[in-house]
């Protein structure tokens, strides 16, 4: 390595670095390219250098310099017929930095915008249904953290929280397999949250239940959690009922 890296010869040292990117040998390709890039950088071949180079960090699973080679070659040649396949690489890259679900999730979130942007962009792309599975795995592991952050809020007895949480979780995935589950979490939530107010708060919380209930109702009229809800909403009801008649016999006296 010493004797190629001190050679004048740019030539000499393009064709190694080529060997050792054919052998697999990345490490070592990626030092050569390294030091022969400015030789290159006003040819023709600075393109194919380029990516090999990016590619060579790639392999060697360096994801974050990967990721800002990908980033620099999108940049440096958007006319370039590898450009779609440099959009998708880099999407992937931070979709294969995506921890699990219990731990930060801002590479989730990168590799969602960059592997929409590709989707929505390629539409006809060979690399669209792969982009799309990964979209979906993406978006499983955002709701169960998601999820998870409500359930802690409920098992903590943060049941305002939980409640909204809960609801914000159905906002954001109505189309998930689980949401008539999330709804009621929901409802439950704000009962427990209404049982544990004040006084003077109670009626106008167990009234945002019943509210609760209904759209649950609306929504989901065959769930398996229907009665469930209307257990909730008969709950809520009496202790309306209970409440106004105290609230009576108190003006009375």
């Known amino acids: 390595m010493n004797k190629i890296l001190k050679s004048k010869d740019p030539a000499y040292k393009l064709k190694m670095a080529e060997g050792f990117y054919a052998k697999k ?101 060979v690399r669209l249904g792969e982009a799309n599975r990964i979209l979906e795995e993406l978006q499983k592991k955002r709701e169960i953290k998601d999820y998870k952050s409500a359930k802690l809020y409920y098992d903590m007895g943060y049941y305002r929280a939980a409640g909204v949480t809960f609801a ?37 919380r167990y009234n945002d239940v019943l509210t609760a209930c209904r759209e649950f109702l609306d929504r989901f009229p065959d769930s398996k959690y229907k009665a469930d809800i209307e257990r909730y909403s008969q709950l809520s009801t009496s202790q309306i009922q209970k409440l106004s008649h105290n609230e009576q016999i108190k003006k009375a006296s």
């Not at 440099?86 to 590799?111: C, G, V």
């Not at 998930?176 to 109670?202: C, T």
Request: hydrophobic share 30%.
């Open 168 to 204: 914000t979780l159905l906002d954001n995935f109505p189309e998930s397999q689980s949401a008539d589950e999330y709804k009621l979490m929901s409802v439950k939530s704000y009962f427990l949250f209404a049982e544990g107010s004040v006084m003077d708060k109670k009626t106008e």
């Open 25 to 125: 040998k990345y490490n070592k390709a990626q030092l050569v390219f390294d030091d022969i890039l400015p030789y290159y950088k006003t040819t023709p071949q600075y393109q194919d250098i380029y990516y090999k180079y990016a590619y060579s960090a790639y392999y060697q699973k360096d994801y974050t310099m990967a990721e800002n080679y990908f980033k620099t070659f999108l940049e440096s040649f958007p006319n370039s017929p590898k450009y779609e396949e440099m959009e998708y690489m880099r999407a992937y890259i931070f979709y294969l930095q995506s921890p699990k679900p219990e731990l930060d999730q801002s590479n989730t979130f990168k590799a969602i915008g960059a592997m929409q942007t590709f989707v929505n962009t390629h539409p006809n792309s």
